[in-house]
């Protein structure tokens, strides 16, 4: 499976943001989608996935109430909407993918292919 990231950019806070992650190769929609994010001196953290079928989404807490991953299986596609923009958003978003579902295993799923990363840079 490649994944190919897209629509960061830079923001001014309280803005917003759509990134895209297109699949291609393998089974999209035997995928649970990940996003997550990696700012400068940090370590990579996770901000949402979905499952399979888009029966179920978890978030983290920081982008919770803020940012809704949703999917389009046909067009083998993940979206990370992200609203109410914050400077501390600011990071390389990664999207990936992950052959367990996460409908029942949740957070733990584990990852098997990661896209490049796309920049969201958001200015005070």
């Known amino acids: 499976v490649q994944l190919q990231a897209s629509g960061g950019g830079l923001v001014q806070a309280g803005g917003s943001l759509r990134l895209s992650c297109a699949a291609s190769?393998?089974?999209?929609?035997?995928?649970?989608m990940g996003w997550f994010r990696q700012a400068p001196g940090k370590e990579r953290e996770f901000v949402a996935v979905?499952?399979?079928?888009?029966?179920?989404?978890y978030y983290a807490d920081s982008v919770k109430g803020r940012f809704t991953i949703s999917r389009d299986n046909a067009k083998n596609t993940v979206y990370l909407q992200m609203n109410s923009l914050k400077p501390e958003d600011t990071a390389a978003y990664y999207c990936?993918?992950?052959?367990?579902?996460?409908?029942?295993?949740?957070?733990?799923?584990?990852?098997?292919?990661w896209g490049q990363g796309t920049l969201v840079t958001v200015s005070s």
């Open positions: 979905i499952s399979w079928s888009a029966d179920s989404t």
């Open positions: 190769g393998g089974t999209f929609s035997r995928n649970s």
């Open positions: 990936a993918a992950s052959r367990m579902d996460s409908l029942i295993y949740g957070r733990r799923v584990k990852y098997d292919y």
